[in-house]
């Protein structure tokens, strides 16, 4: 179950340092074989609140806490200077093992077409189960069902291991908070020209099996490709034809509401990763460069 916890900022010396689900400390536990000799090449990560294992880290593993993502991330935004109106969320999912901060600027909006809001928005993770990188992204947000829009290099993105040298990542958020800004305004007119181009209902089906849930299964010499899947984004996109039209702009959003909306999936949160770096990927890919003039 998911706690979440919004810290809305105030002003310039905001902190986020609330006592929270996610804010704990940390150490390692030597481990032991059954018969009692000791394993030099894993520790266990504890959750001194609880005293519950969060982890087996082999010793190449290093640490960076969920306080000091939260608190460098708010540093970050204060230091970007991007605008004075944000608001942080943030989530802690598997009894404190995996971390999310949304980062809503409620001004940053464009309207590629009348009536159809865009919002900048940021997200950071990071994991104590090596489970997620640290990583931050900058993205948009459709307003009208807080879909997370995907462009195809995400706007602006960072990925860091957990090693030695990896919170130095984190020195890094201001700057790609600022391309990423400079970025989703530059996208409005990537988003405006797809509400010009036509995609038929087949052109758009083929993409989705051949780029978002095709498999490596084959059958018969022909390639096999997930129907439950392809159901599910032709059911999207029936709805999204019917809003916006037969054109790029309602298959761009059937994939970004398809990455974005996996309550059904076992675990939601790496089901909505894997599938927003699909996406990117296959808006990276020559078929959609040739099927949107880009």
């Known amino acids: 179950m998911a706690l979440d916890t919004s810290l809305q900022a105030q002003g310039p010396d905001t902190k986020c340092k609330n006592l929270n689900s996610w804010n704990f400390d940390t150490s390692w536990q030597t481990i032991f074989t059954e018969s009692g000799s000791k394993i030099d090449s894993h520790r266990a990560l504890m959750n001194d609140r609880t005293d519950q294992i969060l982890a087996v880290h082999g010793n190449g593993y290093h640490v960076i806490s969920h306080d000091d993502v939260v608190n460098s991330t708010y540093d970050a935004v204060k230091k970007a200077d991007i605008t004075n109106d944000y608001n942080f969320k943030i989530t802690d999912y598997d009894n404190g093992r995996k971390l999310k901060i949304d980062i809503i600027f409620p001004d940053l909006i464009v309207q590629p077409v009348v ?35 995907t462009t195809p290099n995400t706007i602006s993105h960072q990925r860091t291991k957990h090693t030695k040298n990896g919170s130095l990542g984190l020195d890094l958020s201001a700057d790609l908070m600022r391309q990423g800004v400079r970025q989703f305004f530059n996208d409005k007119n990537m988003w405006t020209e797809y509400t010009k181009q036509p995609m038929t ?16 299964r084959r059958y018969r010499q022909h390639d096999e490709f997930n129907k439950r899947q392809l159901e599910n984004l032709l059911s999207i996109h029936h709805d999204q034809v019917n809003h916006l039209g037969h054109n790029a702009w309602a298959a761009y959003n059937t994939m970004t509401q398809w990455a974005t909306h996996t309550g059904d999936c076992a675990v939601p949160e790496n089901a909505q990763r894997q599938r927003s770096d699909a996406v990117a990927k296959a808006m990276r890919s020559d078929t959609w460069r040739t099927l949107t003039n880009a």
């Open 201 to 216: 209902w087949n052109t758009v089906e083929d993409f989705f099996k051949k780029n978002l849930v095709r498999t490596s």
């Open 115 to 149: 009536g159809d809001d865009i919002r900048f928005q940021i997200q950071t993770y990071n994991s104590y189960d090596a489970s997620w990188a640290l990583s931050q992204q900058a993205k948009a947000f459709r307003l009208w069902c807080m879909n997370g829009c």
